[in-house]
């Protein structure tokens, strides 16, 4: 079998590429072989590879890992969603100007740092583990939707998180961060590295091309200063909505209410 190295499959990729699309037809493309490469695992209890795999699986004794070392057609279906999908992910990379050894490095390290500091196991794909910028924890944006979107609503703000109400842009940054004594509030950052880091970088806040903190890729999106609650969206409030630490309904509706009182004097 012939051996191809990560350039010459990145340069496969873009011959067989016959539509040459966008990056959201990529990112589709991995979400549904994911979905299939699943899908392998509903087939195989369905009876599609035959009713002694159905049987293995089902097995206390045997399972998955004892139907894949055994049934080779069922090996080879998963060999090729992973291959569709690799497919899709490299075309994505190119497109990012991102190539697999700058991601191989970038996890390498990711990984053996949180190896070193104890904190493999956790969320959020850039936590910083010892410093005040991690954004570990994942909450129930539902849980506090209403009450944001009250105040976006009232107070002049987008339901995006844009600073809209007349006054409120004296205290924008040249991104449209909102800014004042008590909290900070940006819309989804869709734009790129505001910090002059070098194109193609994937570090964060470590290693000599890093971004800085106040990068508008990676700076949260709502930063409520007095208990330091930091909030992080995609695309709107509060969608796959990660914090930097928990915080409870009433903590919560008090900030509001301090960020509220602190527009009153804004015309």
């Known amino acids: 079998m012939e051996i191809l190295d990560f350039k010459e499959y990145e340069k496969f990729t ?12 990529y990112l589709d493309g991995i979400s549904e072989e994911g979905g299939e490469l699943s899908g392998i695992f509903k087939r195989i209890r369905r009876g599609d590879f035959g009713d002694h795999a159905k049987y293995d699986i089902e097995d206390p004794d045997k399972g998955l890992e004892y139907v894949i070392r055994h049934y080779p057609e069922i090996k080879k279906a998963i060999v090729s969603e992973i291959g569709d999908r690799h497919w899709y992910t490299t075309r994505l990379l190119t497109k990012i100007k991102v190539g697999w050894n700058d991601v191989m490095e970038y996890n390498k390290a990711k990984l053996e740092e949180r190896k070193k500091d104890n904190t493999i196991m956790g969320h959020g794909e850039e936590r910083v583990p010892s410093g005040d910028d991690s954004m570990p924890v994942s909450l129930d944006r539902y849980e506090f939707l209403d009450i944001f979107s009250d105040f976006l609503e009232k107070e002049g703000f987008s339901s995006y998180g844009h ?3 007349k006054g409120l842009e004296q205290y924008c940054d040249e991104f449209g ?9 940006s819309a989804f950052w869709w734009g790129d590295c505001t910090c002059g880091a070098e194109p193609g970088t994937i570090e964060m806040y470590s290693g000599p091309k890093a971004h800085k903190k106040d990068c508008m890729v990676y700076i949260c999106n709502f930063h409520y200063k007095p208990t330091n609650i930091k909030i992080d969206w995609y695309k709107y409030p509060f969608r796959s909505m990660t914090a930097n630490r928990e915080f409870t309904d009433d903590e919560f509706r ?14």
Request: aromatic share 8%.
């Open 163 to 165: 600073a809209e109400k």
């Open 254 to 267: 008090t900030a509001m209410r301090d960020c509220k009182e602190s527009l009153k004097d804004i015309i």
């Open 14 to 25: 873009e011959s067989t590429d016959i539509s040459n699309q966008s990056i959201q037809f």
């Open 177 to 185: 961060r909102f800014k004042n004594q008590i909290f900070e509030m």
